[in-house]
């Protein structure tokens, strides 16, 4: 009979067979581009989780996800979750390396369309992740909490929105 750890982590690489699955947090100031933040390291943790490897051998490139997709995006803009995903899902094995696109959030060509555009052609290199371009990415709404853990513990990750209501 197998039983679940109390405790899991997907930062703690004891339960990843020592691997790092989870790279560090990033910081998106000024901009709003924290869906693709949150895609991006998802994606990340759970090809490293599946694949058993450091998520430091899966740097992926914000800046191709958020600014080069088929949607005109800018710093300001911001981008539902659900864009995001959809993004990933269609154009994840061809994203491109951190290194390739890096983020800069100080470089004012994050800031207006045309910008952003010169800046997705002006790429340094066009390399996409060997671990990436041969699989594929999906999405799928979970709403109980027992399928929400099971997800983490094979994933790695989950990404979730919560909207506020002012009044």
Do not use: H, W
Request: glycine content about 4%.
């Amino acid at each position: 009979m197998a039983t679940s750890p109390f405790v899991y982590s997907s930062t703690n690489s004891s339960f990843a067979d020592g691997k790092e699955v989870v790279n560090p947090a990033l910081k998106q100031t000024p901009c709003n581009t924290c869906t693709a933040f949150a895609t991006i390291s998802a994606a990340e943790t759970a090809v490293a989780t599946v694949g058993g490897i450091d998520a430091s051998d899966v740097d992926l490139s914000i800046v191709d996800l958020y600014y080069c997709s088929s949607q005109v995006r800018t710093c300001r803009s911001g981008s539902t979750l659900q864009a995001v995903l959809q993004d990933l899902k269609s154009r994840g094995p061809q994203l491109l390396a951190s290194k390739c696109l890096p983020y800069n959030p100080n470089d004012k060509s994050f800031m207006d369309s045309l910008s952003v555009r010169r800046l997705c052609s002006a790429k340094k290199c066009s390399d996409t992740n060997r671990f990436v371009a041969s699989g594929t990415f999906d999405f799928v709404p979970l709403a109980d909490p027992t399928e929400v853990m099971q997800y983490i513990r094979a994933y790695g990750s989950v990404v979730g929105k919560s909207s506020l209501l002012m009044l």
